[in-house]
Protein backbone atom coordinates (compact mmCIF):
# COMPACT_ATOMS: atom_id res chain seq x y z
CA UNK A 1 0.00 0.00 0.00
CA UNK A 2 1.25 3.69 -0.89
CA UNK A 3 -0.70 4.82 1.91
CA UNK A 4 -1.67 9.07 1.31
CA UNK A 5 0.01 10.54 -1.73
CA UNK A 6 0.48 14.10 -2.84
CA UNK A 7 0.91 15.66 -6.59
CA UNK A 8 2.74 17.93 -7.11
CA UNK A 9 5.59 17.27 -4.35
CA UNK A 10 6.85 21.63 -5.62
CA UNK A 11 5.38 24.03 -7.54
CA UNK A 12 5.65 27.78 -7.92
CA UNK A 13 3.57 29.90 -8.76
CA UNK A 14 2.91 33.39 -9.65
CA UNK A 15 0.20 35.54 -8.11
CA UNK A 16 -3.06 35.21 -9.74
CA UNK A 17 -2.25 31.61 -11.34
CA UNK A 18 -4.66 28.87 -10.46
CA UNK A 19 -3.68 25.18 -9.29
CA UNK A 20 -4.92 21.59 -7.90
CA UNK A 21 -3.08 19.70 -5.54
CA UNK A 22 -4.04 16.11 -5.71
CA UNK A 23 -4.05 14.04 -2.25
CA UNK A 24 -5.05 10.20 -2.69
CA UNK A 25 -5.24 7.52 -0.77
CA UNK A 26 -5.55 3.70 -0.74
CA UNK A 27 -6.45 2.74 3.02
CA UNK A 28 -10.44 3.26 2.33
CA UNK A 29 -10.09 6.02 4.84
CA UNK A 30 -13.82 7.64 5.33
CA UNK A 31 -11.76 11.19 6.22
CA UNK A 32 -9.53 12.92 4.87
CA UNK A 33 -7.85 16.67 5.51
CA UNK A 34 -5.91 19.25 4.01
CA UNK A 35 -3.27 21.25 6.15
CA UNK A 36 -0.61 24.04 5.84
CA UNK A 37 2.31 23.99 7.65
CA UNK A 38 3.60 27.66 8.72
CA UNK A 39 6.83 28.38 10.52
CA UNK A 40 5.91 28.79 14.23
CA UNK A 41 2.37 28.26 13.22
CA UNK A 42 2.44 24.31 13.42
CA UNK A 43 -0.67 22.82 11.73
CA UNK A 44 -3.77 24.60 10.87
CA UNK A 45 -7.03 22.57 8.99
CA UNK A 46 -7.99 23.92 5.80
CA UNK A 47 -10.73 21.79 4.90
CA UNK A 48 -11.90 18.30 5.46
CA UNK A 49 -13.82 15.49 4.52
CA UNK A 50 -16.03 12.92 6.41
CA UNK A 51 -17.01 11.16 3.68
CA UNK A 52 -17.55 11.24 -0.50
CA UNK A 53 -19.45 14.01 -1.84
CA UNK A 54 -19.05 15.63 1.29
CA UNK A 55 -16.55 18.74 2.57
CA UNK A 56 -16.37 21.16 5.28
CA UNK A 57 -14.72 24.12 6.52
CA UNK A 58 -11.65 24.34 8.69
CA UNK A 59 -9.77 26.76 10.76
CA UNK A 60 -8.43 28.67 7.33
CA UNK A 61 -10.62 27.73 4.12
CA UNK A 62 -10.49 30.98 3.08
CA UNK A 63 -8.83 31.07 -0.82
CA UNK A 64 -8.92 27.58 -1.02
CA UNK A 65 -11.60 25.16 -2.39
CA UNK A 66 -11.89 21.28 -1.99
CA UNK A 67 -13.87 18.27 -3.87
CA UNK A 68 -14.14 14.33 -2.90
CA UNK A 69 -15.86 13.05 -6.10
CA UNK A 70 -14.21 9.75 -5.30
CA UNK A 71 -13.50 8.16 -2.22
CA UNK A 72 -10.04 7.88 -2.41
CA UNK A 73 -9.24 11.30 -3.67
CA UNK A 74 -9.25 14.60 -2.15
CA UNK A 75 -8.19 17.59 -4.27
CA UNK A 76 -7.34 21.31 -3.23
CA UNK A 77 -7.61 24.44 -5.55
CA UNK A 78 -6.09 27.68 -5.65
CA UNK A 79 -8.31 29.85 -7.85
CA UNK A 80 -6.21 33.09 -7.67
CA UNK A 81 -2.80 32.34 -5.39
CA UNK A 82 -1.44 34.78 -3.22
CA UNK A 83 2.22 34.94 -1.75
CA UNK A 84 0.32 34.25 1.42
CA UNK A 85 -0.72 30.86 0.31
CA UNK A 86 3.25 30.15 0.26
CA UNK A 87 3.01 26.86 2.58
CA UNK A 88 3.79 23.10 2.67
CA UNK A 89 0.42 21.52 2.37
CA UNK A 90 -0.01 18.32 3.89
CA UNK A 91 -3.27 16.03 3.15
CA UNK A 92 -4.29 13.24 5.66
CA UNK A 93 -6.90 10.82 5.59
CA UNK A 94 -8.01 8.63 8.83
CA UNK A 95 -11.13 5.69 8.97
CA UNK A 96 -13.44 7.88 11.27
CA UNK A 97 -13.62 9.78 14.34
CA UNK A 98 -13.84 6.93 16.73
CA UNK A 99 -11.74 7.23 19.80
CA UNK A 100 -7.81 6.99 19.12
CA UNK A 101 -8.68 7.14 15.43
CA UNK A 102 -5.15 8.28 13.98
CA UNK A 103 -4.48 10.93 11.19
CA UNK A 104 -1.89 9.01 8.96
CA UNK A 105 -0.39 11.95 6.67
CA UNK A 106 1.33 12.17 2.57
CA UNK A 107 4.58 13.28 2.27
CA UNK A 108 3.42 17.12 1.61
CA UNK A 109 3.71 19.65 -0.98
CA UNK A 110 5.60 23.12 -1.07
CA UNK A 111 3.87 25.48 -2.60
CA UNK A 112 6.06 28.81 -3.31
CA UNK A 113 3.69 32.51 -4.38
CA UNK A 114 5.78 34.94 -6.04
CA UNK B 1 -13.76 26.18 21.29
CA UNK B 2 -10.43 23.56 21.33
CA UNK B 3 -7.16 24.74 21.45
CA UNK B 4 -3.41 22.98 22.19
CA UNK B 5 -0.70 24.99 23.54
CA UNK B 6 3.01 23.85 23.16
CA UNK B 7 4.82 26.48 24.75
CA UNK B 8 8.28 25.96 23.82
CA UNK B 9 9.06 26.27 20.15
CA UNK B 10 12.46 25.22 20.42
CA UNK B 11 13.74 22.37 23.36
CA UNK B 12 17.51 21.15 23.55
CA UNK B 13 19.28 18.59 25.68
CA UNK B 14 22.03 16.33 25.85
CA UNK B 15 21.80 12.94 24.44
CA UNK B 16 20.79 10.82 28.19
CA UNK B 17 19.04 13.43 29.51
CA UNK B 18 15.68 13.55 30.50
CA UNK B 19 13.66 15.16 28.16
CA UNK B 20 9.35 16.36 28.44
CA UNK B 21 7.62 18.30 26.00
CA UNK B 22 4.54 20.08 27.37
CA UNK B 23 1.43 20.45 25.89
CA UNK B 24 -1.70 21.71 27.33
CA UNK B 25 -5.22 21.52 26.05
CA UNK B 26 -8.23 23.43 26.48
CA UNK B 27 -11.39 21.64 25.84
CA UNK B 28 -15.16 21.31 27.50
CA UNK B 29 -16.09 17.08 26.50
CA UNK B 30 -13.74 14.01 27.08
CA UNK B 31 -10.62 14.54 24.66
CA UNK B 32 -8.43 11.96 22.70
CA UNK B 33 -4.85 13.56 22.33
CA UNK B 34 -2.36 12.44 20.51
CA UNK B 35 1.44 13.08 19.62
CA UNK B 36 2.63 13.03 15.98
CA UNK B 37 6.50 13.40 15.17
CA UNK B 38 8.16 14.61 11.80
CA UNK B 39 11.47 13.77 11.29
CA UNK B 40 13.52 15.75 9.32
CA UNK B 41 12.59 15.46 5.17
CA UNK B 42 10.00 12.53 6.63
CA UNK B 43 5.88 12.93 6.58
CA UNK B 44 4.27 13.43 10.12
CA UNK B 45 3.43 10.50 11.77
CA UNK B 46 1.42 9.01 14.80
CA UNK B 47 3.95 8.62 17.82
CA UNK B 48 1.48 8.00 20.60
CA UNK B 49 -2.38 8.27 21.62
CA UNK B 50 -3.32 8.60 25.17
CA UNK B 51 -6.18 5.95 24.93
CA UNK B 52 -3.61 3.24 23.73
CA UNK B 53 -1.77 4.01 27.16
CA UNK B 54 1.37 3.15 25.17
CA UNK B 55 5.09 3.68 25.48
CA UNK B 56 7.04 4.11 21.71
CA UNK B 57 10.33 4.53 21.29
CA UNK B 58 10.96 4.93 24.98
CA UNK B 59 8.11 7.94 24.74
CA UNK B 60 5.39 7.93 27.10
CA UNK B 61 2.61 10.75 27.23
CA UNK B 62 0.01 10.57 30.13
CA UNK B 63 -3.36 12.49 30.38
CA UNK B 64 -3.83 14.56 33.47
CA UNK B 65 -7.34 16.13 33.00
CA UNK B 66 -6.83 17.96 35.88
CA UNK B 67 -4.13 19.82 34.89
CA UNK B 68 -5.58 19.69 31.15
CA UNK B 69 -1.74 18.17 30.09
CA UNK B 70 -0.62 15.82 27.98
CA UNK B 71 3.52 16.00 28.42
CA UNK B 72 5.55 13.59 26.24
CA UNK B 73 8.21 12.33 28.49
CA UNK B 74 11.05 10.34 27.74
CA UNK B 75 14.06 9.56 30.51
CA UNK B 76 16.84 9.07 28.40
CA UNK B 77 17.13 11.40 25.50
CA UNK B 78 18.84 9.73 22.21
CA UNK B 79 20.22 11.96 19.37
CA UNK B 80 17.72 10.56 16.74
CA UNK B 81 14.90 11.56 18.85
CA UNK B 82 15.66 14.95 17.14
CA UNK B 83 12.65 15.85 15.71
CA UNK B 84 9.42 18.47 15.51
CA UNK B 85 6.60 17.32 18.01
CA UNK B 86 2.97 18.27 17.42
CA UNK B 87 0.34 17.74 19.62
CA UNK B 88 -3.09 17.05 18.55
CA UNK B 89 -6.80 17.30 19.92
CA UNK B 90 -9.42 14.79 18.62
CA UNK B 91 -12.44 16.85 18.99
CA UNK B 92 -15.44 17.73 16.65
CA UNK B 93 -16.13 14.92 14.34
CA UNK B 94 -13.88 15.05 11.78
CA UNK B 95 -11.93 18.35 13.29
CA UNK B 96 -8.62 18.12 14.60
CA UNK B 97 -6.53 20.76 16.49
CA UNK B 98 -2.69 20.77 16.46
CA UNK B 99 -0.44 22.98 18.80
CA UNK B 100 2.48 24.86 17.15
CA UNK B 101 4.71 22.31 17.42
CA UNK B 102 8.16 21.71 19.65
CA UNK B 103 11.76 21.38 17.90
CA UNK B 104 13.55 19.03 19.30
CA UNK B 105 17.08 18.99 19.35
CA UNK B 106 18.99 15.85 21.25
CA UNK B 107 23.18 17.01 20.93
CA UNK B 108 25.60 14.61 21.39
Known amino acids: NAGVTQTPKFRVLKTGQSMTLLCAQD?????MYWYRQDPGMGLRLIHYSVGEGTTAKGEVPDGYNVSRLKKQNFLLGLESAAPSQTSVYFC?????????????FGPGTRLLVL | AQRVTQPEKLLSVFKGAPVELKCNYS??????LFWYVQYSRQRLQLLLRHISRESIKGFTADLNKGETSFHLKKPFAQEEDSAMYYCALNANAGKSTFGDGTTLTVKP
Open chain 1, 27 to 31: MNHEY
Open chain 2, 27 to 32: YSGSPE
Open chain 1, 92 to 104: ASSSGVGRGETQY
